[in-house]
């Protein structure tokens, strides 16, 4: 629930600077491949947005200072390959 609700903030943050959010995928709680801040595991998110940099860079800052966020990483996407991942249910069905 307090993932959500953070995922919410930080998408609302990026819709008040003329972003346009997109696909959120929840990855849940994993375990890392190292200690990172005295912890072992953390929840896995990924945010995709249209955005302008001055967007990506506001949102860069802000999960900097969060401390609810761990590490975080802005990545730029081209638009040719911008979208949701593809899952099982919109391949094409076996025969």
């Known amino acids: 629930e307090t993932i ?14 003329g972003a346009e959010p ?4 929840y990855w849940g709680k994993r375990r ?8 072992l595991e953390g929840y896995y998110v990924v945010l995709q947005a249209m955005a302008e940099p001055p967007a990506m ?14 590490r975080h990483k802005v990545l730029r ?3 040719e390959v911008y979208g949701p991942p593809k899952t099982a ?4 069905a076996d025969a």
């Open 32 to 39: 890392f491949a190292y200690e990172v801040n005295h912890r």
């Open 77 to 79: 996407i081209p638009k």
């Open 4 to 17: 959500r609700a953070a995922v919410g903030r930080y998408t609302q943050l990026i819709e008040s600077k």
């Open 57 to 70: 860079d506001e949102l860069h800052r802000v999960l900097s200072l969060a401390d609810e966020v761990i």
């Open 22 to 25: 997109g696909y959120v995928d």
């Open 89 to 92: 249910s919109t391949g094409v």
